[in-house]
Each structure stands twice: as C-alpha cells, then as structure tokens.
C-alpha cells in the first residue's frame, strides 16, 4: 500500500468495518490491499474469495473521494486504479454465487457511473462493462439507453464522427450486449435499431489478427439476435423475471429485416452454416406468418438445389428448417403439399418434430371450416387421415408417438365432435398419460366444450385433478391451473350452460386453486370479464374487476376499456366516468376517457363530450413507475383530438369542428415548455385538419 501503512494494519481495520456492515463483507476473506483510509489510492487485486470485502472498501471510499479536493485533482492515478477494479470484478464474477454476482456487477455499475460523475475519461473498455453489467442485472431499458446515448457521443446521430471531440471506438461486444437486452424485452424495434447501428458503424481492421477477433464478435452479434434458448438470452447469467412469460421470436422482427441479416451474416460469418441455417429457419417462418407461402416454398426449393450443387460440409437444409416449412404449409392449408415435402425429405431430417407439425396440422384442420372440414363427413374422414399417418411414422421411420403426438390425437377426436372416443382413448393409455398436465388440460377442455353429458364427463376429470394434485400423483402446472380456473370463471358466466356441477364441487376446486395460484395471470380474468360483459351480467364483470384489484394485481388496460365501454349505456357516462375515477390507476386513464371521448363523439353528444375534455385538461399527472416521481401527459392527447376531427369532419360538424381546432391551438401553448414532444404530436393533428377545413356540403 501506498503510504507507508502497512497490510495487516488495513486489513484489520476492514474487517472491523465489514463485520458491522455488510453480510457479503463478512463471509469474505481479506487477502488483499485495498483502499486506504488516509491514501487517494484505489489498490485493488480482487479474487472470488475476497469481492465482498473489495466492493465494501470501495463503496467506503466513495464519499472520501467525491469530497477530497486534492484527490479530485489528481484523476489520472485515480482513474486508472478505478479501471483495474471493475475489470477485476469482471474476471472474478465467473465464479460467484448468484447474489455475489449481482452485487460485482452492480459494484461495475456504480464505479463507472462514478467515472462520468467524476468526469473522468470513459473508454471503450468502461462503456463495455456498464451495458454488460446493466444487462445482466434486468436493467435492460437502462442498458439500452447507455448504449444509445454512447454511440450518439462517438459516432454522431448520422453514424459520422463528431467534429471536435475525442472519438471512443466501441467495441463490437458492447453492441451485442445492448442487442442482448433488447432481446430480453423482447422488442422488435429496439433490435432493428441495435443491430442496423452496429453493422453501420463497425469497421473493417486492416490488422489481420483484429480482424479474426473482429470476425468472432460479428458471429456473437447475429447469434445475439438468434439465442439457442428464444425464452432468455444464450450466455444470460441471472435469471430476471420481467413478467412476461412469452418467447422471443425472432420471426417478429419481419421477413425483409431477416433477409438482410442472412446477407450480412453471408458477408461477415459465411463459414457458420449452423447460424445461416438458424436465420434461414426464421426467415420462413416470418414469409409464412406474413402470407407469403409462395415465397417461403421458393426459398425452402432454393436451399434443396444449393444443397445438391454446393460442397457445403453443413447443408442449410436442417430437420428444423424441414419442420418450419412442414408446419407453414398446414397453416396455410396446403396438408397435400406438407405431406410430400414431409416424405420426399431425407430420412434423418424427418424427425418426431416434424411429423409432430404434420399430425398438428391435420388436427387444425379439423377445427376450421374453412379447410373444408365443417360436416362431419369430412372431420371423419381428417381423423381417419390423421390415425394413417400416425401408423406410416411408426412403419415407415420406426418413430414411437411421444406424448406430443397423443395430444394431438386426443385434441383431434375432441375437434371432429367424438368426445366419447377422445375420453375413451384417454382411460385407455392413462398409464402413460397420468401425469402430463397437457394431457389433462386438453381433455379437460375438450370435454367441457362439447355437449352435456360430455361436460358432467369433465368437471368429473376436473375433480380427478384435484383429488390428485393434492396427493401429488399429478405435477400441476400453470397452465393446468389457469385451465381449471377459466372453467370455473366460464361456468359463472354462462347461465345457460347444460350441465351444472354441484355447489360444493364448485367451492372446493375453487379453494384449491386460489391456495394454488392467488394470482392468477390476467388472460384469465380477461377471458372471463369479456365473456361476462357479452352475456351482459355487468354487476358480475365488476366483481370479478374488484377481487382482481384486492388480490394485488392490477387489471390490465384492455379490460379496463371493456368496462368502461360497458358503463357508457347510459346518456350521461356518468357510471363510467365514476368507475374511472375511483377505480382505475392514474396511467390508464388516457386508454380510459379515449372510450368515453370517441363514443360520445359518434353519438354526437358534444355537451358529454365537452365535459368529458375539461376533466383533467389540460394535463394529467401519471406515475411512470411506483419508484420514480409523476410526470404529465397532455389531457387530451393527440389521438384524442385525431379521432374527434375525423368525426366530426365526417358529420360536417363545421361549429364543433372549428370549436376542437381553436381549442387545440391554445392547448399546445400550454403544454410546449413541459412537453414539447407531446405539444409536437398535437400540432402534427392540428395542423392536418386546419389546412383541410372545409364548409357543410350543400342541402
């Protein structure tokens, strides 16, 4: 240590500082020098059994530093100690627990973040470690915005270089881990704007050794896009639970934006053929979900002749691409062609996934007459084809049906209207199919949407699941338990259901699945409010809203909207306004007097509607999160005043018209200086409909 004082004398006084303060600090050996109370040093040499203590001494001298004139003065020693602590942080983090880990990492967070505070210079190498560490703590949006904010600094908003300041050059992993988060929240936008900006502003080296590192960052950046796990980023090391159960798709980011990242990864990753092949599988399934067969069938044909012409070690062609082109064609109702794709593929790419996608499509098939399968006839004659070719897997490829395979099966006899069979077919294999929920929840529901008797069949089943869930025979699932509280929800709703359960069935799957899952997700609820509101049992959509609302689980926009829409029957809107006011959180009500707005406008109850715009205007304040502070948003916004004009330029409202236009001139005076992007969205809408007034047309 710098100074003169001695190792043993620092260590002991950390360890009597760490003992009283920090848990981590505790259970960590003090090894090394670190910062010294009286010195402007930072000597760190940071190894897993000793980053506790390391990150405490560090957080100790924070405001020594910050308040310490003499060693602001001297940053350049500062900064360079400061740099080598978070990089070994860095290199320790590999083998720590968890929660040492989210502590090393939020530790990098706050030390480069000191950096800028400081003013210190920040390079590459900090700017790298700050979007790696808000990564992997869940700060996704965070990490997003450093990294925005960095290549704005260094490169300009056009990708140029800045004139007259000193240009940072990124390095390519600092724009895969800004790509890795954007993938975490699953954001299709934000992944064409990373991705896009990074090729634009990567260089090609002329050093040949920068160019093969350069080389394997490029490959990381594409597969960044394409993770081997679609639910969590590939390399992710702490598990964040964001809310959101469903996975990233990659197929969402569009046919035309994957088409140029296969030609870029072409260009930069020819030699990958696994990663081609990856972008070639989601590109199909994007042709496919965006209605062009034509094309995706063309693309799959293009790939079997590069395979036959080419000396590719890999070919393209994978059994996933066979499975994705096999599954695009039943959903486009082309099961001839998906039959002949599926049987003229090689032998090893016609996989149990495949025929899986096949037997799926068949099954689909059968529910929807406009594959040709609304008379019985013909859904006989789609189950009959489904069975033969269930049996020419098994004869042909020696392929045992997996449970996936009997699930169609049985989604399938329930489709085609022959619940008995489906339920006997479900006793029969019941060894093997006991103790999948799926198994259970596809009965289950197939069962209790036929006829009556097949419905007493089900709430049967659904007591089964119950009486074996509780003697844990059956693993219950939340699927499982979402399926049997829809049921419960959907029979409330329906008054006219042909079978009623008994009372005391009712209340006790009921408590088993609230003990289970209190709170349930709200697709449920949504499902149920909407069924309620359909069947006009208002009061009982307001229950089911008030017991979401006391289980801690805000109801979601949508179903706010579809009461609210619900409450407007009468002239006034005074029950829904109401509702609004008492019942809603501040950040829907935009969504919510939207509702009321436009449904008064067509009415052309323009008094209602005027007393509905001088409810908040010209501003509501709405919390943006529960730990950050409220901000404003104009009352009404833009798409307010849009819908309003376009009415009552329709109507040849002229008065009212005029009314809205002037109103809206002097509400983007009010609202510039605070929200000078809202005041802009509003001014668009205004200046649209000013240049386009027009008189009544004539009697």
């Given amino acids: 240590m710098s100074d003169g004082v001695s190792i043993s004398a620092v260590q002991e006084t950390l360890e009597a500082k760490t003992a009283a303060t920090s848990v981590i600090a505790t259970t960590s050996t003090t090894k090394t020098d670190r910062l010294d109370a009286a010195s402007s040093r930072l000597s760190v040499n940071v190894d897993p059994s000793n980053v506790g203590a390391a990150i405490h001494a560090y957080d100790v001298r924070r405001e020594h530093i910050a308040n310490n ?5 001297n940053m350049g020693l500062l900064a360079g100690d400061m740099r080598r602590f978070h990089l070994e942080l860095r290199r320790a983090v590999k083998s720590l627990s968890t929660d040492e880990m989210a502590a090393a990492y939020a530790a990098i967070v ?29 700060r996704h949006e965070q990490a997003i915005s450093r990294w925005r904010k960095c290549v704005d600094q260094n490169y300009g908003t056009s990708g140029s270089e800045p004139n007259g300041q000193p240009t940072v050059r990124l390095f390519p992993q600092t724009h895969t881990y800004a790509l890795d988060a ?22 090609k080296p002329q050093d040949s050794n920068i160019e093969d590192r350069l080389s394997v960052s490029r490959r990381q950046l594409f597969w960044a896009i394409f993770p081997t796990n679609t639910c969590e980023s590939q390399n992710a090391d702490i598990q964040v639970v964001n809310g959101s159960r469903r996975a990233w798709d990659p197929a969402r980011l569009g046919s ?31 042709l ?3 209605g062009q067969r034509r094309r995706a069938v063309d693309l799959y044909i293009s790939l079997i002749n590069t395979r036959k012409t080419s000396n590719l070690v890999r070919p393209l062609v994978t059994r996933e691409i066979i499975c994705e082109v096999t599954f695009g064609l039943c959903r486009s109702a082309r099961l ?36 040709g399968m609304a008379h019985v006839g013909a859904k006989q004659k789609a189950l009959d084809r489904l069975r033969l070719a269930i049996r020419e897997m098994e004869t042909r490829d020696g392929i045992e049906p997996d449970l996936v395979t009997r699930t169609i099966w049985l989604r399938a006899c329930f489709r085609s209207g022959q619940w008995e069979k489906g339920v006997k077919w479900f006793r029969a294999n019941f060894e093997i199919m006991q103790h999948d929920p799926v198994c259970w ?61 008994d009372e005391a069935l009712l209340r006790r799957i009921l408590e088993w699945v609230e003990a289970k899952q209190p709170l349930a997700r709200q697709q449920v609820f949504a499902i149920t409010i909407n069924a309620l509101l359909r069947a006009n049992r208002i009061q009982c959509a307001l229950d089911l809203h008030a017991r979401m609302a006391r289980g801690s689980m805000w109801p979601a926009k949508s179903i706010n909207c579809m009461i609210v829409a619900a409450l407007a029957s009468d002239n006034t809107y005074a029950t829904a306004r109401e509702f609004i006011e008492r019942n809603l959180p501040r950040q829907h009500f935009v969504a919510a007097y939207f509702v009321l707005f436009k449904r008064a406008a067509h009415a052309k109850r323009y008094s209602h509607m005027w007393n509905i715009f001088d409810t908040h205007y010209p501003e509501i304040c709405v919390p943006q999160t529960p730990t950050q502070s409220e901000y404003a948003t104009p009352f009404p916004d ?44 509003i001014a668009s809408v205004y200046g649209y409909y000013r240049n386009r007034q027009q008189d009544p047309p004539p009697c």
């Fill in 288 to 290: 496919f979900s965006e």
């Fill in 182 to 203: 954007a993938v975490a929240l699953k954001n299709a936008y934000f992944v064409r704007e990373i991705y896009e900006t990074a090729i634009h502003v990567i260089d």
């Fill in 69 to 73: 004139r003499q060693v602001l003065n």
């Fill in 441 to 501: 929840d596809t009965v289950v529901r197939g069962a209790l949407g036929s006829c009556g008797a097949a419905q007493e069949t089900g709430w049967q089943l659904i007591s089964d699941i119950v009486q074996r869930a509780e003697s844990r025979v059956l693993g219950v699932d939340e699927r499982m338990l979402e399926t049997v509280l829809q049921c419960m929800l959907e029979h409330l709703a329906n008054v006219d259901a042909e079978f009623v359960p």
């Fill in 336 to 371: 001839d062609d998906a039959y002949k794709l599926l049987t003229s593929a090689p032998s090893e790419h016609r996989t149990l996934f495949a025929w899986n996608a096949y037997f799926d499509g068949l099954s689909n098939a059968i529910a929807k007459p406009q594959h």
């Fill in 110 to 138: 706050r030390v480069v973040e000191d950096m800028y505070t400081w003013n210190m210079r920040v390079g590459a190498t900090e700017i790298a470690a700050h979007v790696f560490a808000l990564q992997r703590l869940g």
């Fill in 256 to 286: 035309v934006f994957l088409a140029n990242v296969y030609k870029d990864a072409c260009h930069w990753a020819g030699t990958d053929h696994e990663l081609l092949s990856r972008i070639m599988m989601y590109l199909i399934r994007a």
């Fill in 638 to 681: 833009a798409a307010m005043y849009n819908t309003v004009l376009r009415v009552t330029r329709e109507y040849g409202d002229v008065h009212e018209h005029k009314r809205l236009l002037d109103r809206m001139q002097v509400h983007i005076g009010v609202v510039s200086d605070s929200m000078p992007r809202a005041a802009q969205r």
